[in-house]
């Protein structure tokens, strides 16, 4: 009995400690792309020793950072601790040493780990760190981890085309205009800056050219820190009507801008072209989205509209969908976030999986998983 309630402790103990270590994780958002995400803690008989998250790229890992920490605190601080990694601890000489061997130098007793890691040079560490002597568990929080890393472990399992997170902000009635087509705000501050750290997550963020004309959006990251990169904004501008006094097109010099035409008028592509906007031709939506991973985008964030959003989703080319709703009633003729989406019947329609549910201020988001992913 005694045993069994130890037991029981240990796991709701694992999921807390995981649960922070995510969270720690996080941190590094905007800066270590395309490394993933990754936090860890310390924790030697139920105290927290030490804490750390990979925090540029290129720089020391989660794991190294937490055991300088509980360094800090005492010399011995982590010998005997179990370490909480939301991703299974590196066994490479990469950009630097392996984890596993960090952590086996600090005479760390057991290691929990929310997944594998799926990239194959610094994969083995699970082996490694049994082959020292050191407890092992995987798979504490599994899904938090694999959603919180999603472009990364898409890129892992091999692809040519980037990770798509579409976004969009809706009423209580599923619009994202009214119906008077003027645009305004649906959503609150605290949805504001969630939008902004998911562009910053991003390596490109993208709208339709009608939002484009519409809205004049900037597309850059604004109200929290700096991404190591910022960026690059996309316009799907089938017939480059980009105009030239665009904040997109006045910014391009400091910001890339890009757009993906379809057969444009060449006096337009000339003009975007001469105004330092990168001109890409693309056949549809996946030769567009195979054109900019050639470009090196891995993550793309697509911000709408709706027409946009629900071309690519019809042709199953997003991988999670964010929406953000707000206490917001438009009423009669507003438009519908998926009007153009082919009809569906309710008993019958796909229904999405619900990853993630947050409040942010009084916006409910919620993020689905779309085809599988
Ligand atoms: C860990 N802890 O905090 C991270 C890991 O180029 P490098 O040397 O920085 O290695 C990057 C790879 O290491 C990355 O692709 C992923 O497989 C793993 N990331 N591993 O033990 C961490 N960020
Ligand atoms: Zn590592």
């Excluded at 605190?73 to 991703?87: D, E, I, K």
Aim: glycine residues 10%.
């Amino acid at each position: 009995d005694d045993q069994e309630a130890h037991a029981s402790t240990h796991t709701v103990d694992d999921v807390r400690f995981m649960r922070r270590a995510i969270a720690l994780a996080e941190r590094g958002a905007g800066q270590v792309a395309p490394n993933p995400k990754v936090g860890a803690v310390l924790v030697r008989d139920g105290q927290v020793v030490g804490e750390g998250w990979h925090q540029q790229y290129g720089g020391p890992h989660a794991e190294v950072h937490a055991l300088a920490a509980a360094h800090a605190v005492a010399a011995n601080a982590a010998r005997g601790a179990t370490a909480y990694v939301s991703l299974e601890p590196c066994n490479h000489h990469g950009k630097t040493p392996p984890c596993t061997e960090a952590l086996i130098a600090a005479g760390v007793a057991r290691v929990v780990c929310a997944t594998r890691d799926p990239n194959p040079k610094a994969a083995g560490g699970i082996e490694r760190l049994e082959a020292a002597g050191i407890r092992v568990t995987v798979g504490v929080c599994e899904h938090e981890a694999l959603v919180q890393n999603a472009p990364f472990f898409h890129a892992a399992r091999g692809t040519d085309r980037p990770f798509v997170t579409l976004k969009l902000a809706v009423s209580i009635d599923g619009a994202i205009v009214d119906a008077s087509r003027q645009r305004g705000w649906l959503t609150g501050p605290a949805a504001h800056a969630a939008v902004h750290a998911l562009r910053a997550d991003a390596d490109a963020v993208a709208v339709g050219i009608g939002t484009a004309l519409a809205d004049d959006p900037a597309l850059t990251v604004r109200l929290v820190e700096a991404p190591r990169v910022a960026p690059r904004r996309i316009v799907f501008d089938r017939q480059g009507r980009l105009p030239l006094d665009s904040a997109l097109v006045r910014t391009a010099g400091e910001i890339p801008v890009s757009v993906i035409t379809h057969a444009p008028r060449p006096v337009a592509a000339n003009a975007l072209a001469d105004a330092g906007v990168q001109v890409l031709e693309a056949a549809g939506l996946a030769d567009a989205l195979r054109t900019l991973w050639a470009e090196g985008v891995r993550h793309l964030l697509v911000e709408g509209g709706a027409e946009l959003g629900s071309a690519l989703l019809h042709a199953g080319l997003v991988h999670h969908l964010i929406i953000f709703q707000a206490p917001v009633i438009l009423g009669a003729g507003a438009v519908s976030a998926f009007a153009t989406f082919p009809a569906a019947v309710a008993d019958t329609a796909p229904r999405l999986r619900v990853l993630e549910r947050r409040v942010f201020g009084d916006d409910l988001m919620t993020r689905y998983a779309v085809f599988g992913d």
